[in-house]
């Protein structure tokens, strides 16, 4: 099949493909808002549709004890291997919506960038494949490789209900390697093939120390104040060298090697550049590695947020009977969420003071993901960005996580490709997030050479 004509469908469509995109980010799918619940189903229809639209010969809704998943697929190309693509249709909250400087669920576009909430993470990026999956079938009526398409609704709350869902259908996802688009580029301009992502494992800390606010004239110095213990906590989980405190926490690290520390080093990163892009008087990290390789290759360990006692105008003289931290750790692949969970209540436990009741609540984890680059689908991903940006693509890691990734390709044994087109400046989870749609036009572009480019594996 002729690709160049696929390539013009795209070329001459591009203007609808945008407007195409605005009716998608025009329905607010918050997963973790009970409040949004018809949204997010509204989305998955909504998504279902636009499937079939685009030539898929079939797209179901399947139900799980949450949000629904969405699948569509194309099987017709006999004796072709079959590509799994996945993203996520849910998003963010929009909060604080003071700061958006158009309405997140009113799509604007302005300088080339389409603003609104869920723009870039991730409906734009599925909305790539979609697109590309159009121009293929619309021009030829085939394409050059089975597709299958998953489209999650509950990814930024934990994918929790993905494992059953892919337990339960195994065959139905059966395939040869699966295609994500839902992380950035290194950089515009330089299309990237992310090889790796970090865990997650996420608690909540909860703090008693009275069984109600107190008088804190009455009974000031005679009580610990919770908030006082849970600074004292905080403060000993990482030292003044970035090193996360708690025992046997780095056990099951695996070290980074001197290739990949070249390879890292290789890429064209400004330390300085990247401190003012982040606003900060100064960059912290752990010692003795560079700033790529904490943010992709090293763990973390981060407070989240931090809550309790008088928040009111004015002051009010109390000793507040409860304060609270929500905890996140960053995972690199080998360490397992729920291991680091045990290590992370231990030491809670033997460090707390004794005036205080401590409990540790797991609110989710997920694994890392590290690929092994060497298989082919890799070199036709090359091929696939080479010839659609023009541009030679570069191997990065991330420092984000998607937790279903390690057990997808656990379950299914097969390679994942994390070909995002996103930007890192694109304001993902933050107020006014944006989608380059020069990015969006080459990632329809770079997917329909992907597909062929998979299709000769
Ligand atoms: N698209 C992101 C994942 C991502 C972000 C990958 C940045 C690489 C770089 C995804 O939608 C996301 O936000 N994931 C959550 C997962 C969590 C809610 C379980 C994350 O990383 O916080
Ligand atoms: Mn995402
Ligand atoms: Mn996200």
């Given at each position: 099949m002729e690709i160049k004509s696929v390539i013009s469908f795209a070329e001459k469509h591009s203007q609808r493909f945008i407007d195409d995109l605005v009716e998608f980010v025009e329905?607010?799918?918050?997963?973790?808002?009970s409040e949004h619940i018809d949204d997010v189903r509204r989305c998955a229809e909504f998504l279902k549709d636009k499937m079939l639209q685009s030539g898929l010969q079939r797209a179901e809704i399947f139900e799980t004890a949450g949000h629904p998943v969405v699948y569509g697929e194309w099987l017709a190309a006999e004796g072709k291997p079959t590509v799994l693509i996945y993203g996520h249709y849910d998003v963010q909250p929009v909060d604080p919506l003071e700061l958006w400087e158009s309405p997140p669920f009113e799509p604007a576009i302005r300088n080339g960038r389409m603003y609104g909430r869920g723009t870039v993470d991730d409906k734009g990026q599925i909305y790539v494949h979609l697109k590309a999956i159009e121009s293929w079938l619309s021009e030829h009526?085939?394409?050059p490789l089975n597709v299958k398409f998953i489209a999650e609704g509950e990814e930024e709350i934990g994918s929790e209900h993905l494992e059953e869902f892919l337990e339960n259908n195994r065959e139905l996802l059966k395939a040869d390697s699966a295609v994500i688009s839902d992380t950035p580029m290194f950089k515009k301009g330089m299309p990237s093939i992310c090889y790796g992502l970090r865990g997650l494992a996420y608690f909540q800390l909860n703090l008693r120390g009275s069984k109600q606010d107190l008088h804190s004239g009455s009974f000031g110095g005679a009580v610990k104040n919770p908030i006082h213990a849970l600074a004292e906590i905080i403060s000993q989980l990482k030292d003044e060298s970035g090193?996360?405190?708690?025992?046997?926490?780095?056990?099951d690290v695996i070290p980074i090697s001197k290739k990949e520390h070249a390879d890292l080093s290789?890429?064209?990163?400004?330390k300085e550049e990247y401190r003012e892009d982040v606003g900060a008087p100064a960059l912290f990290g752990e010692k003795g590695y560079s700033v790529l390789e904490n943010l992709w290759a090293r763990p973390t360990l981060d407070v989240c947020g931090i809550w309790g006692g008088f928040q009111g105008e004015g002051a009010k003289t109390i000793i507040p009977a409860e304060a609270h931290a929500k905890v996140s750790m960053r995972l690199v692949p080998n360490q397992n969420p729920e291991r680091v969970g045990d290590l992370f209540e231990a030491f809670i436990k033997e460090i707390a003071p004794p005036e205080v009741e401590v409990s540790v609540e797991r609110l989710h984890g997920g694994d890392g993901f590290v690929a092994?680059?060497?298989?082919?689908a890799f070199n036709a991903a090359k091929r696939a960005l080479q010839k659609g940006f023009g541009k030679k693509a570069v191997f990065i890691r991330e420092?984000?996580?998607?937790?279903?990734v390690q057990t997808m390709v656990d379950t299914l044994k097969i390679p994942c490709l994390l070909i995002g087109f996103g930007l890192p400046n694109e304001n993902a989870h933050a107020p006014n997030e944006w989608l380059d749609l020069e990015n969006y036009q080459l990632g329809i572009i770079s997917s329909i050479y992907l597909y062929e480019e998979l299709a000769q594996n």
């Open positions: 329905i607010p799918s918050v997963s973790s808002s009526g085939q394409l090193q996360i405190s708690i025992p046997g926490f780095y056990d290789a890429l064209p990163f400004d092994d680059v060497s298989h082919p420092g984000g996580s998607i937790p279903f």
